[in-house]
């Protein structure tokens, strides 16, 4: 199963979009699947429901930043190379959804303001285009890690 599979998979499951897609890499992250939910937790629906960037997009950038980033404050070079990266990610991104921002992703359905989530139901998942968000923003991942190789 890809990543891009196990994402949708999770999302499919209940997950948020940034959890499924943090969790689809708990593979290569070595992060255990609770904390891996727990971190990407508040990143759903654009960060807490307020429809900014796309947790989808977040959770593919969490990943990277575990098997790319930089952990020391005077990593220059290395911060300057994963700022590089992760533009390039959001841009593969945005290139094929048009943007990395949530609420144009959502149109209309962004309207609802409030923090409570929405119930998973049947309706909830045919009116939605977040199972692709997360798909796409897997896959997008997994190929830029196989072009590293």
């Given at each position: 199963?890809?990543h891009?599979?196990?994402?949708?998979?999770?999302?499919?499951?209940?997950?948020?979009?940034?959890?499924?897609?943090?969790?689809?890499?708990?593979?290569l992250?070595?992060?255990?699947?609770?904390?891996?939910?727990?971190?990407a937790?508040?990143?759903?629906?654009?960060?807490?429901?307020?429809?900014?960037?796309?947790?989808?997009?977040?959770?593919?950038?969490?990943?990277?930043?575990?098997?790319?980033?930089?952990?020391?404050?005077?990593?220059?070079?290395?911060?300057?190379?994963?700022?590089?990266?992760?533009?390039?990610?959001?841009?593969?991104f945005?290139?094929?959804?048009?943007?990395?921002?949530?609420?144009?992703?959502?149109?209309?359905?962004?309207?609802?303001?409030?923090?409570?989530?929405?119930?998973?139901?049947?309706?909830?998942?045919?009116?939605?285009?977040?199972?692709?968000?997360?798909y796409?923003?897997?896959?997008?991942?997994?190929?830029?890690?196989?072009?590293?190789?």
């Amino acid at each position: 199963m890809t990543h891009a599979e196990k994402a949708r998979d999770f999302f499919l499951e209940g997950y948020s979009c940034s959890q499924s897609v943090f969790l689809a890499y708990c593979d290569l992250t070595g992060i255990d699947e609770k904390t891996a939910a727990l971190l990407a937790s508040s990143f759903g629906g654009g960060m807490g429901r307020m429809r900014e960037v796309c947790g989808a997009v977040s959770g593919m950038l969490m990943a990277a930043g575990i098997l790319y980033g930089y952990d020391s404050p005077n990593a220059a070079g290395e911060k300057a190379a994963h700022y590089s990266r992760v533009q390039e990610l959001a841009r593969r991104f945005k290139d094929r959804n048009k943007s990395i921002i949530c609420r144009d992703i959502l149109g209309k359905i962004a309207e609802d303001k409030s923090f409570i989530p929405q119930e998973r139901t049947e309706k909830y998942y045919s009116t939605r285009p977040c199972a692709k968000m997360v798909y796409d923003a897997a896959e997008i991942l997994e190929q830029y890690i196989a072009e590293q190789e």
